[in-house]
């Protein structure tokens, strides 16, 4: 098995992070690290842990199968989660427009 590409793993967190206007000292306090580490974490100068990538991924509101989707020999099932994840947020007009839009997609 390859070696995970911790270097994708942060820059996918850090992105996750922007989308969602928060900062890192926010996700620092949530996650119980120093907002050192979060960066380390994002600039790949640290490998993250597994329960610190818990920890992160609990105060961006994300799961860990989306952020390690791209780990995965098939990633489609990890972001199928992530949006019925995102989806659960939604009100029922909000879900009708989101339908509308992937009808229109494809």
Do not use: P
């Amino acid at each position: 098995m390859a070696n995970l590409n911790f270097e994708r793993i942060g820059e996918k967190l850090r992105i996750i992070r922007l989308s969602k206007n928060l900062t890192q000292e926010y996700i620092a306090n949530v996650a119980d690290v120093n907002t050192s580490h979060i960066s380390n974490i994002e600039n790949n100068r640290v490998k993250v842990s597994l329960s610190t990538l818990v920890q992160i991924c609990n105060a961006l509101n994300t799961t860990v199968d989306y952020v390690l989707s791209e780990e995965y020999n098939d990633a489609s099932s990890a972001i199928e989660q992530e949006i019925i994840h995102e989806l659960h947020a939604c009100d029922t007009k909000t879900k009708e427009q989101i339908l509308k839009i992937i009808k229109a997609l494809q």
